[in-house]
């Protein structure tokens, strides 16, 4: 993942989904002007056929493999997105008791969730035991001690998972790379298997899987077969130290196209058997998880905003800013890590284009959601714009910053379109707050 500059292509991903008829800008047939009207901007708009063919390529890719896509809820959780993720038989891979809620709500079966994270609280672990989740991932040998303990205050046994950190480079932005020794995740392969005779031995716990994970948009597929060739070893030590393994969770990492990419990413089909190559060595009989989180909703998602002015900066040359209604409030991704997000037209211009840069109201320099791009020099106040792959990492990272209240969420299908999340009002950032 690449900062953005003026010298990136200005491409606008593909879709299916989001596309032109007669000039403007639709979903699923829906006019965005029309939705803009009904429900105002700042508004993340998801295409639903989007989600349902993101999941069959994820699927598809995985062949014959006995498998389960665990999606990873941290990209996008709205409820209505997760039902309908439910509805074609995925499951979860969540980071916090709220996500377990979310998950458990949405109808998603607990036999089908995981549960990662470096820190998971008590009160989380009692949640994830009393849901009776499929298994609790480990990441360090004081997690597991406490999950033990847990369990056994309950007369149980808590199935576990241990993810393991495989110290392969996954080529990818520093701050989604997840499977270095200098990350914060994951037991390295040593104190992993160190383990072995005290998760054996407990009455309290039960060693599910072995998992991994090394990172997001991983550019090449050669780190992630490696890494599940290391992982599918370590399985094959713990089934012949007598461990009941019943899966081998080889993590995310599945790409999708920001617009900013200088030569394609590898297909979904390409990380399948990438993944089937590296589980030559596996033991026979395990399923295999896979944790796909921005694939399946990243690019189903986008966020509609609306200019509010267009303002002339100093300097040689002056800078152009268009103003708009959204923010790093709304898509923090471009201010925390200059991550690229592609700006299109809601309405289709003839008009000579020039650099721009699209930035938000709120008081911060890095309020910006694009930089340098080539935009329509008659672009003024009320013209709507659509910032591509928003529909992963964009609610879920929203802020309430400036008191700007959460923007609306908009559900499309062939058929109709609905708000699958009410604009919050300014009154309703203070309902917790005691005067």
Same mark, same amino acid.
Request: net charge negative; charged share 25%.
């Given at each position: 993942?690449r900062?953005a500059?003026e010298?990136?292509p200005?491409? +606008?991903?593909?879709?299916r989904?989001?596309?032109?008829?007669?000039? %403007?800008?639709?979903?699923?047939?829906?006019?965005?002007?029309?939705?803009?009207?009904?429900?105002g901007?700042?508004?993340?708009?998801y *295409?639903?056929?989007?989600?349902?063919a993101?999941?069959e390529? +994820?699927?598809?890719?995985?062949?014959t493999l006995?498998?389960?896509v665990?999606?990873a809820?941290?990209a996008?959780?709205?409820l &209505?997105i997760?039902?309908h993720?439910?509805?074609?038989?995925?499951?979860?891979?969540i980071v916090s008791?709220?996500?377990?809620?979310?998950?458990?709500?949405a109808?998603i079966?607990?036999?089908?969730?995981?549960?990662?994270?470096?820190g998971k609280?008590?009160?989380?672990?009692?949640a994830?035991l009393?849901?009776?989740i499929?298994?609790i991932?480990?990441?360090?040998e004081?997690?597991?001690?406490?999950v033990a303990?847990?369990a056994?205050?309950?007369? @149980?046994a808590?199935?576990?998972?241990?993810? $393991?950190?495989p110290? $392969?480079?996954?080529?990818?932005?520093?701050y989604? @790379?997840?499977?270095?020794h200098?990350?914060?995740?994951?037991?390295?392969?040593?104190?992993?298997? @160190?383990l072995?005779p005290r998760?054996?031995?407990s009455?309290?716990?039960l060693?599910?899987?072995v998992?991994?994970h090394?990172g *997001?948009?991983?550019?090449?597929t050669?780190?992630l077969?490696?890494a599940?060739?290391?992982?599918?070893?370590?399985?094959?030590?713990?089934?012949?130290?007598?461990?009941?393994?019943? *899966?081998i969770?080889?993590?995310?990492?599945?790409?999708?196209?920001y617009?900013?990419?200088h030569?394609?990413?590898p297909?979904?089909?390409?990380?399948g058997?990438a993944?089937?190559?590296?589980?030559?060595?596996a033991?026979?009989?395990?399923?295999?998880i896979?944790e796909?989180?921005r694939a399946?909703?990243g690019?189903?998602g986008a966020l509609?905003?609306?200019?509010?002015?267009?303002?002339?900066g100093?300097?040689e040359?002056?800078r152009?800013? $268009?103003?708009?209604d959204? %923010?790093?409030t709304?898509?923090?991704?471009p201010a925390?890590y200059?991550?690229?997000?592609?700006?299109?037209?809601v309405?289709? *211009?003839?008009?000579?284009?020039?650099p721009?840069?699209?930035v938000g109201p +709120?008081c911060?320099?890095?309020?910006f959601? &694009?930089?340098g791009?080539h935009?329509?020099?008659d672009?003024?106040?009320?013209d709507?714009l659509l910032i591509r792959?928003?529909?992963?990492?964009g609610?879920e990272?929203?802020?309430?910053?400036?008191?700007?209240?959460?923007?609306?969420? +908009?559900?499309?299908?062939e058929?109709?379109?609905r708000v $699958?999340?009410r604009?919050?009002s300014?009154?309703?950032?203070?309902?917790?707050e005691?005067e």
């Open positions: 993942m900062a500059s010298n990136d200005q491409e +606008v991903p593909p879709s989904f989001f596309r032109r008829e007669t000039g %403007a800008l639709s979903v699923e047939g829906h006019a965005l002007s029309a939705i803009a009207d009904e429900v901007t700042p508004t993340y708009v *295409s639903r056929s989007a989600l349902t993101a999941y390529e +994820v699927t598809q890719a995985m062949g006995p498998h389960l665990a999606y809820i941290k996008n959780g709205n &209505a997760l039902r993720l439910a509805s074609l038989g995925c499951g979860a891979d008791a709220g996500e377990l809620w979310r998950a458990t709500r109808g079966p607990p036999s089908k969730i995981v549960f990662s994270g470096v609280r008590d009160e989380e672990i009692e994830a009393e849901a009776d499929r298994a991932h480990v990441e360090s004081p997690e597991l001690e406490r303990e847990i056994k205050r309950r007369g @149980a808590a199935r576990v998972a241990l993810r $393991v950190n110290d $392969v480079d996954a080529k990818t932005h520093p989604i @790379a997840t499977g270095l200098d990350t914060k995740f994951g037991l390295e392969l040593p104190r992993a298997r @160190a072995l998760l054996l031995g009455p309290h716990l060693l599910e899987g998992a991994c090394i *997001s948009q991983l550019e090449t050669a780190p077969t490696e599940v060739a290391l992982l599918s070893d370590f399985a094959r030590e713990c089934v012949e130290a007598g461990a009941p393994l019943r *899966s969770d080889v993590g995310g990492g599945w790409p999708m196209a617009g900013n990419e030569a394609p990413y297909s979904h089909q390409a990380f058997d993944i089937r190559s590296g589980l030559q060595n033991p026979d009989g395990l399923e295999v896979t796909p989180g399946l909703v690019d189903a509609l905003t609306r200019v509010i002015y267009v303002k002339r100093g300097g040359p002056a152009r800013f $268009v103003i708009v959204a %923010a790093m709304e898509l923090i991704r925390l200059e991550a690229y997000h592609a700006v299109d037209l309405e289709e *211009s003839a008009a000579a284009r020039a721009a840069d699209v +709120v911060e320099s890095g309020d959601l &694009a930089l791009r935009l329509p020099v672009l003024t106040r009320g709507l792959g928003a529909g992963a990492y609610r990272m929203a802020s309430a910053y400036n008191a700007r209240p959460p923007a609306a969420e +908009v559900l499309a299908d058929e109709s379109f $699958v999340r604009r919050a300014v009154a309703s950032l203070s309902l917790l005691e």
